[in-house]
Nanobody, 116 residues
Framework: QVKLAESGGGLVQAGGSLRLSCEVS????????MGWYWQTPTKSRELVAF???????RYADAVKGRFTISRDNAKNSVYLDMNNLKPEDTTMYYC??????????WGQGTQVTVSS
């Protein structure tokens, strides 16, 4: 059974930084593409950063140049470094895989709050 454990969220002032972490258990992590998602005001989840099994990355326009996704296969973990945070970045963040998204499975997420 795959488990996703997100952590690292918190309260930060605008312009500040946070690092989110996600530890994945129960899967072949090194051969799995990973993504970070955020929750929209309508409670849907949107992909904001993607990292492929080979290390390729892509980002949503809203975070490009400010967020960096990375992975450590030895630790079965994926990270999201968030810089120059804005109040509009305030929401829940989740990590996930394409397969689990299709199955509707999500972890507990981690809350990021950016004060102005």
């Amino acid at each position: 059974q795959v488990k996703l454990a997100e952590s690292g969220g918190g309260l930060v002032q605008a312009g500040g930084s946070l690092r989110l972490s996600c530890e994945v258990s129960g899967s072949s992590f090194s051969t799995t593409d990973m993504g970070w998602y955020w929750q929209t005001p309508t409670k849907s989840r949107e992909l904001v950063a993607f990292i492929g099994r080979g290390g390729s990355t892509r980002y949503a326009d809203a975070v490009k140049g400010r967020f960096t996704i990375s992975r450590d296969n030895a630790k079965n973990s994926v990270y999201l470094d968030m810089n120059n945070l804005k109040p509009e970045d305030t929401t829940m963040y989740y990590c996930n895989t394409d397969d689990l998204v299709l199955l509707g499975y999500w972890g507990q997420g981690t809350q990021v709050t950016v004060s102005s």
